[in-house]
């Protein structure tokens, strides 16, 4: 979390158009000089982001949370993301990961990335930003801090892939 001059950009587009309860914990060198939400929490490190990521998630997952994602503080939400994740994931019995699926918009059509109906995407589609319930979270594991950026999200996806009995969904 370097970019303070977005976060308050992201955290309005999440508040202003899902009726979920969140709370984001960005952590990072970069310290905000502005106030924050309640629900929007800065933790200072000087680590590489892949040890940022993990130190909160962390947090989060000892604050109780029921689902946990990963998100880069650059990042732009479609209008309604987590309420349309969090349903998915709440419909899932058991262990599972949902993710919006991204698509340029030069491929069109159907492709199956694997056997399972539930993990049927669209042609170019990247399954990135997965939320997953805090209880596949825990199994999984934490991030491999030896990662230097934030390529650790590929490393979870197989990780939990290896586990067996998770659900993975793509979202569209």
Not at 60 to 71: F, I, K, V
Not at 94 to 114: Q, Y
Request: charged share 25%; with cysteine.
């Amino acid at each position: 979390a370097v970019r303070t001059s977005l976060w308050l950009g992201l955290y309005e587009s999440l508040a202003s158009t899902n009726d979920c309860s969140f709370k984001i914990f960005f952590c990072g060198p970069t310290r905000p000089d502005f106030p924050l939400p309640e629900n929007l929490v800065y933790i200072h490190s000087e680590m590489k982001p892949a040890a940022c990521a993990e130190i909160a998630r962390r947090i989060a997952l000892a604050e109780g949370a029921e689902s946990t994602m990963d998100m880069p503080d650059d990042f732009v939400a479609d209008p309604h993301l987590l309420d349309t994740l969090i349903k998915e994931i709440g419909e899932i019995e058991g262990e599972a990961v949902v993710a919006p699926g991204f698509k340029p918009r030069l491929h069109a059509g159907p492709i199956n990335v694997s056997s399972d109906p539930d993990r049927v995407g669209r042609a170019g589609e990247v399954i990135n930003l997965a939320m997953m319930k805090c209880s596949t979270a825990q199994k999984m594991g934490g991030i491999d801090r030896r990662f230097e950026g934030s390529y650790f999200a590929y490393d979870q996806l197989m990780r939990l892939e290896v586990l067996g009995n998770i659900t993975f969904k793509v979202c569209s």
